[in-house]
């Protein structure tokens, strides 16, 4: 039986641990809560503009689908990486490159 892991093109996960510690440190946090898609995509887009090299823009939010299309949207643009809470809360981890 396939997983959805087999269907789908998401980002590297992250523990809890390592998932808490970047977010007390980013640079910038989008609430995207209720917002779905294309939306989080473009304020992922325009957050990523007013930071350095090496910043962390962090989304959360509840639309499974931005897991993927934010760092679609984002290109080469950041390094993605998402965590995924078990209550249907997520971030998306944007490290701009």
């Not at 779905?36 to 499974?64: I, M, N, R, W």
């Amino acid at each position: 039986m396939p997983s959805i892991d087999d269907v789908t093109d998401a980002p590297d996960e992250l523990s809890d641990d390592e998932a808490e510690s970047l977010f007390e440190e980013a640079d910038e946090v989008q609430d995207m809560m209720g917002e779905v898609c294309p939306y989080p995509q473009v304020e992922a887009k325009k957050g990523l503009q007013d930071l350095d090299e090496g910043d962390l823009l962090v989304q959360e939010t509840d639309h499974v689908p931005c897991t993927e299309n934010v760092p679609r949207a984002v290109g080469d643009d950041a390094d993605a990486r998402v965590w995924r809470s078990g209550d249907g809360v997520y971030r998306i981890y944007l490290e701009k490159q």
